[in-house]
C-alpha cells in the first residue's frame, strides 16, 4: 500500500517538473532530497527520460526526409540568391550614381530650409526687441532733453513690458542693470531742479509779492469806483484764480511745462497790463518733482523735504531788517517778499494734491501773522513821522487786503492796526503841540484889524464867527480875537482830517470812526491843547493884556466847539445827538485855559501890587502926616486904572473878580504892612499918613474902576482896613470892647489880634519917644489908657479862646 503511494507521488513530482518553469523546480526537488525514497525517485527519472528519448527519436525519424528535401531546395535557393545580390549591388550601383547629384540638391535645399529657418527666428526675435530698443533709444533722447519725467514713464514701460517680452539676452541684461541707476539718476536731476526753483523763488518773492499787492491795489481801485458808481452795490473782493496749470491726479500726468525752472520775464510787460503773480512762476519743477518721486514711491519724501525748505525760506522771510523802520520801502520790501511766499504756496495748494494741505499753510501763516505783528509792533514804535505812519497803515491794509484776497484772515493785523492807531493818535498830539506852541508863539495877541471885505470873508470862512454889529461896522474894522484863534480852529480841523485818513479802510462801522476821531480830539483839547494854552498862559513876560486877548480867544473857541461837533458829524455820518456819540470836551477845555488866565491876571496883578507896595517908605515915627497919598500909592493906582481900562472886552464878571481880587490883595498887603515884625514902633503921625492913603485906595474903589459893581461893593475889600484905623484915629475903645461879639458892632471887622499887635507897636512909641512924659499928667493918663486897653483885649482874647 505505501508503494503505491509512493509511487503516485513520485509520478506527480514528475509531471510538475515537466510542467513548471524551471526557475521554480526547487521546493520540488527539496522535497525529493527530504524524503527517503530517493533512490527510487531517480529511478523513476532516469526511466522518464528514456521514454522522452525514444519519442524524440520516433519523431525525427519521420520527419528526416522532409528535412532533407528542404536542404536539397535551400541549395537552389543560395544560387538564385547569389544571382539576386549581384543585381541589387549592380542596381543599387548605379541608382548611387544616379543620386549623387539629388543628394547634393537635397543637401542645398535642406541647408537653405535651415537658413530661412534661422532667418524667420531671428526676424521674431528682432521684432521682440526691436520696441524695447526703441524705447531705450526714446529714453536716452528724453534724458538728453532732460525731459525727466516722460523718461521716468518710459523706463518704467522699458522694465515692465519691453523687457520681459525681449527675452534673455546679454544688452537686455545691461540695460536691467542701468534701470536703478537711470531712476537715481533722474531723482537726483529733478531734485536738483526743485533745489534751483525754491532758491529762485526765494530770490523773487519781493516781485512775486510786489505783483500780487499790484492786483490788489487795482481790484481795490475798481471796487472804490463801482461802489461810487452804485449806491446800492458794493465792492466784492474776487480771488485771484489759479493759472491754467495741469493738476495732479494719483497716477500721474505730464507737467505742463518741461522747461527749466525760474522766474518768467516780466519786464517788457505794460506798465497798465498787471501780469498774475502766479503767472511770473514757472511751477513745472515742483510738479515734475513731485511727479517723479510718485512713481518712484518716495512722495512722501518729497513732500517732507519742500515743507521743510519752504518752513525755512519762511523764517528767513519773516526776519525784518534792522533799519525797516526807517523808510515804506523798507517796509514794503518786507510785505512783498512775505505775499510772494503765501501767493507760491497757495498756488502750489491749489494746483496739487497733497504736496501742501490747508493745515500745513495755515500753520505757516499763524506764524507768519505771529512774527509780523511783532516785528510791526516793534518797528513802528519808532516811528515818529505820522505821515510815515499813515502811510505803513495804507501798506499794512493793501497787505492784508492782498493776502485776504488768497484766503488768509487777517483780523489780527486790523487789530494791531488798531493798536498802531493809538500810537499814530500820540505822535499826532506830539507834532500838534509844537504846532500849537508856534502858533501862540508867533501870535500877536491883538484883535484882528480887517480892512477889506475879502478879508473878513475869509477870516469867517477860517473860523465860524457871527457878530451883526460887527458886520455893520465899516471898514477897516476888528474882530475881538487875535489871529491864534482861526490859527487853531483850522488845526483842529486838520487833526480831525489826520484821523480820519488813519481810521479808513480798517473795515470799521460809521459810529466807530466817529467813537475813535472823537476821542482822538478830546485827548488833543484836554492834553495837547490844554497844555499848550497853560504855557502859554505861565511863561514867563506874560502881560495882561496878552492874559485877557488869551481870555478872549478862548472864550471865542470854546463857543466854536458845536461847530466842531457837526464837522465831525459831517465827515463820518454820525449824528452828534447819538445815544452812544462821545460828546467833545472843547467846552471844559477852553473853560479851564480861560480860569487859569484869569487866575493868572489875579496873580499878575498881585504881583504887580506886591512891586508897587515894595516901594512904599513910611516915617512909622512920623509926628505928622503928610497930607497927601504916598508916591508909591498915587503910581500904582494909576497902574490899576490903566490895567482895568484894558479890561472891557473882558466878560463882566471876570474884570470885575480882577479888580475886587486886586482890591482886596492891596487891602490886606498893606494891613500886612503896618504890622510886619519889622515895624516895631508905629506913631499916630505915621498911622494918620496910612489913613490917608487907604482913604485914595477908597477913592479909587468908589470911582468904580470896573462897571458892573453894585452901589459900594468894591469899598467892601477895605472894610478891614477901615474899622481898625477909624478904631486907632477915633480911639473909640469903649464902643469896640462894649460892642464886640455883636452883629451890629460898629468895629465888627478888626480882630482883637490884630488890634492888640497894632496897639502894642504905639504903646513902645510912647515909651520911647516920650521919655519925660510920665511927668505930664495927660500923657500919664494916655499911657494908662493904653495899658488898660491891652489888658482888656488880652482878656478878650483869653476868653474867646477858652
Known sequence: MASVETAAEHERILREIESTDTNCIGPTLRSVYDGQEHGLFMDKLEGRIRNHDREIEKMCNHHFQGFVDSITELLKVRGEAQKLKSQVTDTNRRVQDDGKELLTAMDELRQCRLQ????????????????????????????????????????????????????????????????????????????????????????????????????????????????????????????????????????????????????????????????????????????????????????????????????????LVLQPHSNMHETLDGYRRYFNQIVGFFVVEDHVLHTTQGLVNRAYVEELWELALSKTTAALRTHSSYCTDPDLLLDLKNLIVLFADTLQGYGFPVNQLFDMLLEIRDQYGEILLKKWNGTFRQILDQDNYSPISVVSEEEYRCILGQFPFHDPELDKMAFPKKVPFSGFVPKVYMQLKEFIYACLKFSEDLHLSSSEIDDMIRKSTNLLLTRTLSNCLQYAIKKKNVSLAELVQIIINTTHLEQSCHFLEGFISNITNVPSDAINATKLYGTSTFKDARHAAEEEIYTSLNQKIDQFLQLADYDWMATQPKGQPSDYLSDLITFLCSTFSVFTNLPGKVAQTACMSACKHLSTSMLQLLLEADVRQVSMGALHQFNVDV?????????????????????????????????????????????????????????????????????????KNNVFAQFRKNERDKQKLIDTVIKQLRNLISAQQS
Not at 479909587?700 to 458892573?708: E, I, K
Not at 468894591?714 to 478891614?720: E, G, N, Q, S, Y
Request: net charge neutral; aromatic share 8%; proline share 4%.
Open 116 to 315: 530661412q529657418r534661422n532667418i524667420a527666428t531671428t526676424i521674431d526675435k528682432l521684432a521682440h526687441c526691436l520696441p524695447m530698443l526703441e524705447m531705450y533709444s526714446k529714453l536716452q533722447e528724453q534724458m538728453r532733453a532732460k525731459r525727466y519725467y516722460p523718461a521716468l514713464r518710459t523706463l518704467e514701460q522699458l522694465e515692465l513690458s519691453c523687457l520681459p517680452q525681449a527675452g534673455q539676452y546679454r544688452f537686455c541684461g545691461i540695460m536691467a542693470e542701468n534701470i536703478p541707476l537711470l531712476r537715481t539718476q533722474i531723482r537726483d536731476v529733478s531734485m536738483s531742479d526743485l533745489k534751483d526753483f525754491l532758491e529762485s523763488i526765494r530770490k523773487h518773492s519781493e516781485k512775486i509779492g510786489e505783483t500780487a499787492m499790484k492786483q490788489a491795489q487795482v481790484q481795490r481801485s475798481l471796487d472804490s469806483a463801482l461802489s461810487h458808481q452804485q449806491s446800492a452795490g458794493s465792492g466784492r473782493r474776487v480771488r485771484k484764480e489759479v493759472g491754467q496749470s495741469t493738476e495732479l491726479t494719483g497716477q500721474g500726468g505730464s507737467p505742463q511745462s518741461e522747461q527749466d525752472s525760474g522766474i518768467l520775464d516780466v519786464e517788457d510787460e505794460e506798465e497798465d497790463e498787471v501780469p498774475g503773480a502766479h503767472e511770473l512762476v514757472d511751477f513745472s519743477p515742483v510738479y515734475r518733482c513731485l511727479h517723479i518721486y510718485t512713481v518712484l514711491g518716495a512722495r512722501d519724501t518729497f513732500e517732507s523735504y519742500y515743507r521743510k525748505q519752504r518752513r525755512k525760506q519762511a523764517r
Open 695 to 767: 482913604k485914595e485906595c477908597e477913592r479909587f474903589a468908589r470911582a468904580g474902576p470896573v462897571p458892573g459893581f453894585q452901589g459900594d461893593t468894591l469899598l467892601l475889600a477895605f472894610i478891614d482896613l477901615r474899622q481898625l484905623l477909624d478904631l486907632f484915629t477915633q480911639w473909640d475903645w469903649s464902643t469896640y470892647l462894649a460892642d464886640y461879639g455883636r452883629p451890629t458892632c460898629k468895629y465888627l471887622r478888626v480882630n482883637p489880634h490884630t488890634a492888640l499887635a497894632l496897639l502894642e507897636k504905639m504903646k513902645d512909641t510912647s515909651r
